[in-house]
C-alpha cells in the first residue's frame, strides 16, 4: 500500500506557482492528476490553486473519482463538457493567471483555454514531471514489485519457448502471465524480436517464427498501483554461435559497468558514457544508436534522461533504466535493461539483474 503523499505533492506544487507569478495551474496530463490526487480514469481537468484543489471529471467517473481522491482534491462531476464546467469555475474565481502544462495540451484545448474571458494561460513545462523525477518509499516499493511480478512472469515464460514459435505466440503467453500474476496493464507493447528482427530497437512482435540458433530479444514490463517497470532480456533458441557470444559478452560488461557505476548527482551525459565507452572501445559505437535509459515510474519513459545530450544531473532517489545495446542491421541485435534507483549510499538495482547469456533448448 503506497503511503499517502498527495497533500505533501500538492504543497510542493503550490510552492513552485507562487515562485512563477502563477494563481493556478490546470492539469491535463493524466500520469500527473493520478500522482497529485490518486485518480486513475482517462478523463479529467485538476485545477490546482493555492487553497483548493478541483478535479473535474464526467459521469462515466461519479462513483470511481470520489473513492480514488479520497479527500484528496474535490470531485466535480460534469454531464456535458468538462471544459466548459473548467470555464465557469474560472469566471467565479475572477481574473486568473492560469498555468497549463504546454507539453501535454493539445492545440485545440490551448485555443479553447485563450477563449476563456477569466484566465490569462501561461504555458509551463514540467512544474508536477518535476516533482516526480525523486520517488519516495513507496513509488520505489511499487516499482521493485512490479519488477519482481514481470520476472516471475517470465521466468514461467522460459522453459516453454521452443524454435518454431512466432514472436505473437511468445508474447501473447507472457502477457498471460503477466496479467495472470496481478499485472494491472501492460506499461508499452510487449517486444518480441528474433533473428534479424532483433536489431531493430522497438520491433512489434511478429508472426515470424524462431529458429534455432537465432536470437530472441524480450522487452516488457509489468504495472502496480499505476508504476511500472521495464525489463529487456536477450537469449539464444539454441546453441550459440562465438559472434553471438562476443556481443552478447560486450553488451553484457557494458551494461554491468552503467549499472554499477551511476549515481545521484552525476549529469545524464556521463551516465551514457559509462556503457557507450565500453561499446566504442569493442568497435561498435555507430551501432548503439539510442540512449543508454530513460526514468520509470507512473510511465514507462519519463524523466530523466540518460544521454549523449543530457547535461541535467540526475537526482538522488529517481529510478532509471540502464539498457544499451548493439544492433547489426541484417544479423541481429543484443539489448539488456535493469531498473536502477539512484539511492544516496550508490545504485540499487531493482530487477535481478541477472544478465548472464541465457540459451533455451
Known amino acids: ?34 500522482y497529485l490526487t490518486g485518480f486513475s480514469g482517462s478523463s479529467g481537468l485538476l485545477l490546482v490553486t493555492h487553497d483548493r484543489t478541483l478535479l473535474i471529471t464526467d459521469m462515466r467517473y461519479a462513483d470511481q473519482a470520489p473513492v480514488e481522491t479520497a479527500g484528496a482534491a474535490e470531485v466535480l462531476v460534469e454531464l456535458s463538457n468538462i471544459w466548459e464546467r473548467l470555464r465557469r469555475v474560472l469566471e467565479s474565481r475572477g481574473r486568473t493567471r492560469l498555468g497549463f502544462e504546454r507539453e501535454r495540451i493539445t492545440v485545440r484545448d490551448a485555443e479553447r483555454l485563450a477563449r476563456f474571458e477569466a484566465a490569462d494561460p501561461v504555458g509551463t513545462a514540467d512544474l508536477v514531471d518535476a516533482l516526480r523525477l525523486v520517488k519516495d518509499e513507496g513509488e520505489v516499493e511499487a516499482i521493485r514489485r ?19 514459435q512466432t514472436e505473437r505466440e511468445i508474447a501473447a503467453r507472457l502477457e498471460h502471465a503477466l496479467r495472470d500474476r496481478g499485472s494491472e496493464w501492460h506499461p508499452f507493447q510487449t517486444i518480441v524480436a528474433s533473428g534479424p528482427r532483433s536489431a531493430l530497437p522497438h520491433a512489434r512482435a511478429s508472426e515470424r517464427s524462431v529458429a534455432r540458433g537465432e536470437l530472441l530479444l524480450i522487452d516488457f514490463g509489468a504495472q502496480l498501483d499505476g508504476y511500472c517497470s521495464d525489463i529487456t532480456r536477450t537469449m539464444i533458441v539454441g546453441e550459440a554461435d562465438g559472434r553471438q557470444r562476443e556481443i552478447y559478452e560486450v553488451v553484457r560488461v557494458a551494461q554491468r559497468t552503467a549499472r554499477e557505476g551511476i549515481w545521484g548527482g552525476m549529469s545524464g551525459r556521463e551516465a551514457d558514457a559509462l556503457a557507450r565507452d565500453v561499446i566504442e572501445a569493442a568497435g561498435f559505437g555507430e551501432s548503439f544508436g539510442h540512449s543508454l535509459g530513460h526514468g520509470v515510474g507512473l510511465e514507462v519513459h519519463e524523466g530523466p534522461r540518460l544521454a549523449k545530450l543530457a547535461d541535467e544531473a540526475l537526482p538522488v532517489g529517481a529510478v532509471v533504466t540502464v539498457e544499451p545495446g548493439i544492433y547489426l542491421q541484417g544479423w541481429g541485435g543484443v539489448r539488456l535493461e535493469d531498473d536502477v534507483h539512484l539511492t544516496g549510499d550508490g545504485p540499487r538495482c531493482l530487477t535481478d539483474g541477472r544478465t548472464e547469456l541465457l540459451t533455451l533448448h
Open 146 to 164: 512490479a519488477a519482481d511480478l514481470a520476472q516471475a512472469a517470465l521466468a514461467s515464460l522460459l522453459p516453454t519457448i521452443r524454435a518454431g
Open 1 to 34: 500500500m503506497l503511503a499517502d503523499r498527495r497533500s505533501d505533492r500538492q504543497d510542493a506544487l503550490r510552492r513552485r506557482l507562487t515562485e512563477l507569478g502563477l494563481d493556478a495551474l490546470l492539469v491535463s496530463h493524466p500520469p500527473n492528476v493520478r
